[in-house]
């Protein structure tokens, strides 16, 4: 992968470090192969989460079978969260197209965020269900909490289910 004039490389590793996370751990494992100083992430954050709210303005690209496999939920009565690394301000301008969740619970929200277990288990713990018996739905690159899978801190019963985002072109 290429870089900008001040130097670096962007790669899968990079990449696979930032995509998912909150801003303020995704925004400097961007620019560190630029040399930019720690100032800088606060400003591109701050710029990135403005643009993004712009660009969500547009209804999102959602994955085949999510709307009804959310409509079939709720039609059972099965509590669901939505669990983001996004800060507040994306995840209220995402489901101001129609989302509906039992619990939402931004990046913002929490002290550590994914992959740690502490987002997963504030909102099982909102929802009033025991994560060992919850379900988790992963579509972006952080991945699933290592703490919530079988025999992990959530318990024998949590499971995991991996989305993929179609492919780049």
């Known amino acids: 992968g290429g870089a900008g004039a001040g130097g670096g490389t962007w790669g899968a590793g990079r990449?696979?470090?930032?995509?998912?996370?909150?801003?303020?751990?995704?925004i400097p494992t961007i620019l560190a192969?630029?040399?930019?100083?720690?100032?800088?992430?606060?400003w591109a954050a701050?710029?990135?989460?403005?643009?993004?709210?712009?660009?969500?303005?547009?209804?999102?690209t959602v994955l085949p079978g999510?709307?009804?496999?959310?409509?079939?939920?709720?039609?059972?009565?099965?509590p669901v969260a939505l669990v983001s690394s996004s800060y507040r301000v994306?995840?209220?301008?995402?489901?101001a197209h129609g989302f509906a969740f039992d619990v939402t619970l931004a990046g913002d929200a929490v002290v550590r965020g994914k992959p740690d277990p502490e987002p997963y288990l504030?909102?099982?713990?909102?929802?009033?269900?025991?994560?060992?018996r919850g379900a988790l739905l992963q579509a972006a690159g952080a991945g699933g909490p290592p703490g919530l899978g079988p025999g992990g801190r959530g318990g024998p019963g949590a499971r995991g289910l991996r989305a993929s985002p179609p492919a780049r072109r």
């Open 15 to 26: 990449e696979a470090r930032s995509v998912g996370t909150r801003p303020d751990g995704g």
């Open 33 to 42: 192969p630029y040399g930019r100083r720690p100032e800088d992430a606060a």
């Open 46 to 60: 701050d710029w990135l989460l403005h643009r993004m709210v712009t660009l969500f303005a547009a209804p999102p």
């Open 66 to 78: 999510v709307r009804e496999l959310l409509a079939d939920l709720r039609t059972e009565g099965i």
């Open 90 to 95: 994306l995840v209220d301008a995402v489901l």
């Open 122 to 132: 504030t909102a099982a713990r909102r929802l009033g269900v025991a994560a060992g």
